[in-house]
């Protein structure tokens, strides 16, 4: 069993619904991170989390530390947001084990 | 600033090759991170430094692969000889303690032949 598993893997959408992704780990964690891969392979941080919940522009990501579960929402979906979601989680000493990503699909 | 920034972008070699990639960090940003990404194996951490020092480096393969951080300002990941197996895409990322946001480099894409 991985540390670190999302779901589901692959996920595809119609433009506008909304979206969301899970992630569970088995480790203790010092904060959850969610980034974002484009097609072309580059990696951006999204969010880093360690309790609650956090917000940016369509984006939401929530945390249940007790759970071990971290959830990133997507609203009013958009063919732009296409690309691979992956969840970290970051335990002691900075180091991040990473989940096997979401390959997200959202058709016009 | 420009971001992080690594070379080469793309490099093909052969078997048995020294191959060395660059980077560099944000500048101001106190960690650096070297990870591998391939297929099979997805996205792991190879090592990582704090303030030029190696913290970490439980997750570097073998013998054959070493990383320097001489300055805050640049970082080399070197695979001598390489192999085949070698094959994946190697990110660079740094990030400053106070904050911890990861930002990471466009990647380098290696083929060992």
New interface residues.
């Given amino acids: 069993k991985n540390e670190v598993e999302q779901s589901p893997q692959n996920l595809t959408a119609q433009e506008g619904e909304f979206i969301t992704i899970n992630c569970s780990y088995s480790v203790g964690i010092s904060a959850l991170h969610w980034l974002q891969q484009h097609p072309g392979g580059g990696i951006v941080s999204l969010f880093m989390l360690s309790s609650g919940k956090k917000k940016h522009g369509r984006l939401i990501a929530t945390i249940n530390i007790q759970e071990k579960h971290s959830s990133l929402h997507i609203t009013a979906s958009h063919p732009r947001d296409s690309a691979v979601y992956i969840c970290a989680a970051e335990t002691s000493g900075s180091r991040l084990t990473f989940g096997e990503g979401t390959q997200l699909t959202v058709n016009p | 600033d420009a971001g992080v920034i690594q070379s080469p972008r793309h490099e093909v070699t052969e078997m048995g090759q020294e191959v060395t990639l660059r980077c560099k960090p944000i500048s101001g940003h106190d960690?650096l991170?070297w990870y591998r990404q391939t297929m099979m194996r997805?996205?792991?951490?190879l090592i990582?430094f704090?303030n030029n020092v190696p913290?970490?480096d439980s997750g570097m393969p073998e013998d054959r692969f070493s990383a320097k951080m001489p300055n805050a300002s640049f970082s080399t990941l070197k695979i001598q000889p390489s192999e085949p197996r070698d094959s994946a895409?190697y990110?660079c990322?740094s990030?400053f303690m106070n904050?911890?946001?990861?930002?990471?480099g466009?990647?380098s894409?290696l083929t060992v032949l």
């Fill in positions: 960690y991170f997805g996205l792991e951490l990582y704090n913290i970490d895409v990110f990322a990030s904050t911890g946001e990861l930002f990471f466009e990647g894409r």
